[in-house]
């Protein structure tokens, strides 16, 4: 009976091993991009740069949405803005193979490598809101970051009757939204007679940062008259310094016009907010994905509107 029964176990272990190892570590589990390889669904990868902050959050279940209305499987991965840690996942969606990747940077530069390695392996990538520097996409879905920075300095400067002391808060350094939105800006501001650029420091898109960045501005000047953040969570903070510091009229303009943002608009302790559409940006984005999965070509370039929410 012994005889009997030790190749029968060693058969059924061989077969379990084998089964196993063919999952390998990185592997999708049940009901993600196996499952969905197996039942014929279209899979796509969505890399966003940080889900702490609820642009992002709108710009996901945007996707989410729009996948789910597609019949789609979509996953999820968040850098928290880190860098090496968005090269790590979407390397992790390559392992997964799936059929499109939607990237939103943590950094334009950072992210060029990963995208050129899904690339080579026939995985169609786009990007997010922030663009990709140093490799190509199949297509790039935001809005016009340098139009908003313009929108924002116009709005400012009127504010401001033309002329004044102002601040900016930049977002995060190699992210192409932080350096659209300043260049739009400084080609309002700039050389414009009367206007004093007080201070220009990076708060990393971050509201925290914004508070405490704001403050020490603050401390060395307190006849701030207006402030543009490149996000509205660092407009937010930068409001909280404002308040505690006790400064008066300061108009203070941020972007994105989150629903933390359009209540303090609406409030009128934020002057105005460039709207982005972020659940827009997400449904786009897997649109142009199915395109792309489907053998379809797109645009290189899909804008998303914008508009002003202003007191």
Excluded: W
């Excluded at 879905?141 to 908003?148: L, M």
């Excluded at 002391?165 to 260049?183: C, K, M, P, T």
């Excluded at 827009?280 to 370039?301: N, P």
């Amino acid at each position: 009976m012994k005889r009997i029964l030790t190749p029968l176990v060693a058969g059924i272990l061989a077969f379990g091993i084998a089964a196993c190892s063919k999952q390998g570590p990185g592997s999708a589990p049940a009901g993600d991009a196996s499952a969905a390889a197996a039942d014929g669904k279209v899979t796509v990868g969505l890399a966003v740069s940080t889900l702490n902050n609820p642009f992002f959050v709108e710009l996901r279940d945007g996707a989410a949405a729009e996948a789910k209305k597609q019949g789609i499987s979509l996953i999820t991965v968040d850098a928290q803005d880190d860098p090496a840690k968005q090269q790590a996942s979407v390397e992790d969606l390559i392992q997964k193979k799936v059929s499109v990747i939607l990237i939103n940077p943590t950094d334009s530069s950072a992210v060029a490598n990963v995208v050129k390695e899904a690339t080579s392996k026939g995985i169609k990538v786009v990007s997010l809101d922030r663009s990709v520097n140093g490799a190509e996409v199949s297509a790039h879905i935001a809005s016009d970051n340098i139009a908003g920075g313009v929108m924002a300095g116009k709005y400012l400067l009127d504010k401001l009757g033309g002329k004044g002391r102002i601040v900016e808060l930049e977002g995060i350094a190699g992210s192409s939204a932080a350096r659209e939105r300043g260049e739009g800006f400084h080609q309002v501001v700039d050389k414009k007679e009367g206007v004093k650029l007080l201070a220009k420091q990076p708060a990393d898109f971050d509201r925290a940062k914004g508070l405490s960045v704001m403050e020490n501005i603050i401390q060395g000047n307190k006849d701030i008259q207006g402030v543009f953040a490149h996000n509205d969570e660092m407009a937010l903070g930068a409001v909280k310094a404002i308040q505690a510091a006790g400064l008066k009229n300061v108009a203070v303009v941020g972007f994105d016009a989150t629903p933390d943002a359009v209540a303090a608009v609406k409030a009128g302790t934020l002057s105005a907010t460039v709207q982005q559409q972020p659940a827009l940006i997400g449904q786009y984005g897997v649109q142009a994905a199915k395109k792309l999965a489907d053998g379809q070509k797109v645009d290189k370039f899909i804008p998303v509107p914008l508009n002003l929410v202003q007191q």
